[in-house]
């Protein structure tokens, strides 16, 4: 066990809390540790969505440059899952809610796009500061920013290191929602709560059609839907839950989904 990541389990939702001080960043003992929660996450049924968050001022830093310092490589392995045990964690099934805490830096910014929902503090920030220190932002910043803002801003984000304030991350519709930080843990809660009333392999195929056409026109999506190539939407189409959804509704009660 890694202590700074702690894990606690709340009927079906799993916080992850990364709290390495001072500024939660992450080497590759953390990246390996991030990812072990998030497998744990995939695999144990009764799990149905994380909530990711940080410790202090900063939800994360990003890379560890004292280990880099120390010798870890600029393109060191970080495991199966990427950087962070997200970043490249491309079969997670489950959703991920980013709470982020405070300054979200580089990796830290970047990990944070690998969630698929946003809360921010009011006092956070983001940044990408990568090329004022002789690098860039390789662990899913270039790719997934353009797709998140327009192509300006992302663009300027990335070639200049500026600092991005929750107020204007939200106006950009970067996150979903901006709180008082005093509520923010409650708010990740209750965001979590609407996902695990959802049926297991709705939220599935959810992500999995998400990932495999948002690249693509929506006629090429009918046509990668009709494909039988994703099995997470095959199953959803004739699980015996997209059976019991419809007759809970019709007998005026809530559904009890199996994940079958």
Do not use: C
């Amino acid at each position: 066990m890694n202590p700074s990541v702690r894990t606690a389990v709340d009927d079906g939702v799993l916080t992850i809390t990364l709290d390495r001080p001072k500024a939660n960043a992450i080497d590759v003992t953390t990246s390996l540790a991030l990812h072990a929660a998030f497998v744990r996450l995939q695999q144990e049924p009764a799990l149905r969505v994380a909530i990711l968050t940080g410790t202090g001022r900063f939800f994360s830093a990003g890379w560890d440059l004292s280990a880099a310092v120390a010798g870890e490589a600029i393109d060191a392995d970080h495991g199966p899952g990427g950087f962070a045990g997200l970043t490249e964690f491309f079969t997670l099934d489950k959703p991920v809610i980013a709470a982020v805490n405070g300054l979200a830096i580089g990796g830290g910014f970047e990990l944070a796009l690998a969630a698929d929902l946003m809360l921010a503090a009011d006092t956070a920030e983001f940044a990408l500061p990568e090329v004022k220190l002789g690098m860039m932002a390789d662990s899913g910043g270039v790719l997934r920013l353009p797709k998140r803002l327009p192509r300006a801003i992302a663009a300027e984000l990335l070639l200049t290191g500026r600092r991005m304030g929750a107020a204007e991350a939200q106006r950009w519709g970067l996150v979903n929602r901006v709180v008082p930080l005093a509520d923010l843990a409650s708010a990740a809660q209750a965001l979590a709560r609407e996902l695990v009333v959802a049926a297991p392999l709705a939220l599935a195929a959810v992500k999995q059609v998400l990932r495999a056409t948002e690249a693509v026109p929506v006629e090429d999506g009918y046509r990668v839907l009709r494909s039988g190539v994703l099995p997470a939407y095959r199953a959803m189409l004739t699980s015996a839950d997209a059976q019991e959804g419809p007759q809970a509704f019709a007998e005026k009660r809530q559904p009890v989904w199996r994940g079958v």
